[in-house]
T-cell receptor
């Protein structure tokens, strides 16, 4: 089973619309970390946020907000008043201990491509 | 400037010709990792290293080798590249092995003919 599921492959919105990117994860660890990364068309991977499993407070940073719900194993990302510059692929990732090695490893979802048109 | 540097950034090669993609970080991070990115598959981990001389397989290690002889370097070796290894490769390091975010290199686009 996938550890990180981003069910939305591609989302298209018009500028100024709000958009939510879904992320559902699976882990047996009680301590884990969740991340969001952005990959703009230029290709680099940009860190957006880290959240640990004990902190369920929602976070807001400008137009970005994140909703962490342990009960549903979800860590959704909302962009308010989207802009063309938000067009990118967004990846959700989970850091937990590998079943095989015991070491912590970061697993990514398949990503959601967001297209914001003017 | 804190960075992860990969080389080469672009490479076209032929099946069976051994190649190495170098990766170096200047942040004194213990944890380093290699990912490949393919359309529709996202980022998949190839190998990772918790420290010097400590490496482990990720989700897609077949056809790859790594070594970690120094803290700053983590080269990815393709002993006999095949066309299914055509991909975009990212090296990354992590400031805290269990909790930190990954710092990524700019990526290496590899084409195997």
């Amino acid at each position: 089973a996938q550890k990180v599921t981003q069910a939305q492959t591609e989302i298209s919105v018009v500028e100024k619309e709000d958009v939510t990117l879904d992320c559902v994860y699976e882990t047996r660890d009680t301590t884990y970390y969740l991340f969001w990364y952005k990959q703009p068309p230029s290709g680099e991977l940009v860190f957006l946020i880290r959240r640990n499993s004990f902190d369920e407070q929602n976070e807001i940073s400008g137009r970005y907000s994140w909703n962490f719900q342990k009960s549903t194993s979800s860590f959704n990302f909302t962009i308010t008043a989207s802009q063309v510059v938000d067009s990118a692929v967004y990846f959700c990732a989970l850091s937990d201990r590998s079943m095989n090695s015991g070491y912590s490893t970061l697993t990514f979802g398949k990503g959601t491509m967001l297209l914001v048109s003017p | 400037e804190a960075q992860v540097t990969q080389n080469p950034r672009y490479l076209i090669t032929v099946t069976g010709k051994k190649l190495t993609v170098t990766c170096s970080q200047n942040m004194n991070h213990e944890y380093m990792s290699w990912y490949r990115q393919d359309p529709g598959l996202g980022l998949r981990q190839i190998y990772y290293s918790m420290n010097v001389e400590v490496t482990d397989k990720g989700d897609v290690p077949e056809g790859y080798k790594v070594s970690r002889k120094e803290k700053r370097n983590f080269p990815l070796i393709l002993e006999s590249p095949s066309p299914n290894q055509t991909s975009l490769y990212f090296c990354a390091s992590r400031d805290r092995p269990n909790t930190g975010e990954l710092f990524f290199g700019e990526g290496s686009r590899l084409t195997v003919l």
